[in-house]
C-alpha cells in the first residue's frame, strides 16, 4: 500500500468515526448507555451492601447444611448475573421512552445484545466457578476469558462503524524497511497473547481428562504436556513473526541484537529456560516428585520458563530457578521408586532383655497400616551403657510425604507397647557432689538439723 493511500484510508476512517460521533442522536444515545450503566452499577452495590448480611445471617437460622450450601451458591449466581440484568433492564426501559418520544435508539438496541452476551458470559462464569475450584477459575477468568470478551465486543462494535478488513490494512510505523499494519501488529501482541493462554488452558484441561480417565503417572504426564505446550507456543512466535513479514535478513538482525542482550542481562534467563527443557527431556525431575530442599521436604508442582515451582509441607510455595536443579545435586525420594525407608531410634533401660525389645518394636510397627510388609521392618540395637540401650528401627513406606504423621503415630505405639509389655524407659543417673564434706548432724528428735535439710533437698 502506497504512502498516500494508507493515508488516505486513516484520513476516511477517522472522519467517519467522527461524523458518527458528532452527530446529536448518536451522543444522545451514549449519554443514555452510559447513564444506563452507571445506575446498574450504583443498584448493584447498594443491593450488595444491604442484602448480604441479612441472606446469610438467615441462611445460617433457617437452613441446613445442604440447603444452606446451595442457598449461598444460587445467591453467588445471582450477584454475578446482577449487574448485566440490571443494565438491560434500565436500558430497555430507556430505549422505550426514547423510541415513544421519536428519538433514533438504533445504538441503544445493538448494546441491548452487548449486554445479553455479557450476561451468558456470567452464567457460565458462575457454572465454572461452581463445578471447579475458585483459585483455577479465577486465572482463566481474568486473564483469559474476560479479556477475550472485551476484545470481541471492541471489535463487534468497530465492525458497525468501519471496515475491519480496511482498519487491519492500515499501515503504521515501518520496521528494517518493512511496513507493519495493524493487523499484523494485533495478531503479533494480542493474538499472540490469546494464543499463549489458551495454550496453558488447553494443557490443563488435557491433563485433568488423562488424570481422571486413565492410570498414567501424573507427573510423566504433565512433563509431556509442558513440552507440548512449549512447543506450540514457539509456533505461535513463529506465526506473529510471518505476519510482520519479517525477511531473514530482518530476523539475523534480531536475533544478532538477542544475542547481545542475552549476554549481558538475559543469560540467567536462557539458561534456566534450557535447564528446565532438559530436566523436561531426561525426566530426572518431574511434577509430582518429592524431594529435599535445604533439609526439608518439597512436592515439585510445577515447570516454567524460568523457574521450578515446589511446595512444602508447611503449604509454602519456593520458587527456585532451574539450573540450579541442573548444576547442582539435589536429594529426590521419587526418582525411580516412591518406597523410602525411614529410621526412628528408641533407648530403654539396660536391665530389659534386648531380644525382648526387638520383638516388641518390630511387631509394634509392623501393625501401623502404612509400614510395609515387604522389605520388613529391621531392628537393631547400636548402643548400650549409663544404664540406656539404643535401639534403631528401620521402617519402608511407599509415599515420602507420609513420613512425618506415620513417624509420630509409630512413636505413640511404641509408647503404648512399652508400657504394656513394662519395658521400662532409660532412667538417667545423676551424680551430686559436694565441695565441702561435712557430717550430718542428727538434731535431738532424731530430724536432722536445719541446714544439713537444706543441704539434702538442694542435692535432691
Not at 486465572?139 to 487491519?168: C, E, G, M, T
Amino acid at each position: 500500500m502506497s504512502l498516500e493511500t494508507n493515508f488516505d484510508l486513516a484520513i476516511h476512517i477517522i472522519t467517519k468515526l467522527r461524523v458518527f460521533a458528532g452527530r446529536p442522536e448518536v451522543q444522545l444515545q451514549l449519554f443514555v448507555i452510559v447513564v444506563a450503566l452507571i445506575l446498574a452499577a450504583i443498584i448493584t452495590r447498594l443491593l450488595k451492601q444491604g442484602t448480604q448480611e441479612a441472606v446469610n445471617r438467615w441462611i445460617e437460622q433457617r437452613l441446613d447444611r445442604p440447603f444452606g450450601v446451595l442457598a449461598r451458591v444460587i445467591y453467588r449466581v445471582v450477584q454475578m448475573i446482577s449487574f448485566p440484568i440490571y443494565a438491560l433492564l434500565l436500558l430497555g426501559l430507556f430505549g422505550r421512552l426514547m423510541s415513544i418520544q421519536g428519538f433514533i435508539s438504533g445504538l441503544v438496541t445493538q448494546f441491548t445484545w452487548v449486554l445479553i452476551t455479557v450476561l451468558i458470559f456470567q452464567l457460565g462464569i458462575a457454572v465454572l466457578y461452581l463445578v471447579f475450584e475458585e483459585h483455577e477459575v479465577k486465572r482463566y477468568h481474568y486473564r483469559l476469558l474476560l479479556p477475550l470478551l472485551i476484545v470481541i465486543i471492541v471489535l463487534q462494535l468497530l465492525s458497525d462503524l468501519v471496515n475491519l478488513r480496511d482498519l487491519a490494512q492500515l499501515e503504521l510505523v515501518p520496521f528494517f524497511g518493512r511496513p507493519i499494519t495493524l493487523g499484523a501488529l494485533f495478531i503479533a501482541t494480542v493474538g499472540l497473547y490469546f494464543w499463549t493462554d489458551a495454550v496453558h488452558s488447553i494443557q490443563d484441561l488435557i491433563y485433568r481428562i488423562i488424570t481422571l480417565r486413565t492410570s498414567v503417572d501424573p507427573g510423566s504426564t504433565q512433563a509431556t504436556l509442558t513440552l507440548f505446550r512449549y512447543g506450540l507456543i514457539i509456533l505461535g512466535i513463529l506465526f506473529a513473526l510471518s505476519q510482520l513479514r519479517l525477511d531473514s535478513t530482518t530476523v539475523a538482525a534480531i536475533t544478532g541484537g538477542l544475542s547481545v542482550g542475552v549476554g549481558f542481562g538475559l543469560r540467567e534467563i536462557l539458561s534456566n529456560f534450557i535447564s528446565g527443557l532438559l530436566l523436561l527431556f531426561e525426566r530426572s525431575l518431574q511434577p509430582g516428585d518429592v524431594i529435599e530442599v535445604d533439609g526439608e521436604l518439597c512436592v515439585v508442582e510445577k515447570f516454567s520458563i524460568r523457574a521450578t515451582t515446589v511446595r512444602t509441607l508447611n503449604h509454602v510455595e519456593l520458587v527456585i530457578p532451574n539450573q540450579i536443579f541442573f548444576t547442582s545435586p539435589f536429594k529426590t525420594y521419587t526418582g525411580t521408586e516412591h518406597r523410602v525407608r525411614v529410621p526412628l531410634i528408641v533407648k530403654t533401660d539396660c536391665a530389659i532383655d534386648p531380644r525382648r525389645v526387638q520383638s516388641v518394636l518390630k511387631e509394634t510397627v509392623l501393625a501401623h497400616e502404612h509400614v510395609l510388609d515387604e522389605p520388613e521392618p529391621t531392628v537393631f540395637i547400636t548402643d548400650y551403657g549409663d544404664n540406656v540401650a539404643t535401639f534403631q528401627v528401620n521402617i519402608w513406606l511407599d509415599d515420602p510425604l507420609l513420613s512425618p504423621p506415620t513417624v509420630s503415630e509409630v512413636r505413640v505405639m511404641i509408647w503404648d507397647a512399652f508400657d504394656e509389655h513394662n519395658i521400662a524407659l532409660p532412667t538417667p543417673e545423676v551424680e551430686v557432689h559436694f565441695s565441702n564434706r561435712q557430717p550430718l548432724r542428727m538434731a535431738a528428735n532424731g530430724q536432722t538439723s536445719e541446714p544439713e535439710h537444706q543441704m539434702l533437698m538442694a542435692a535432691s
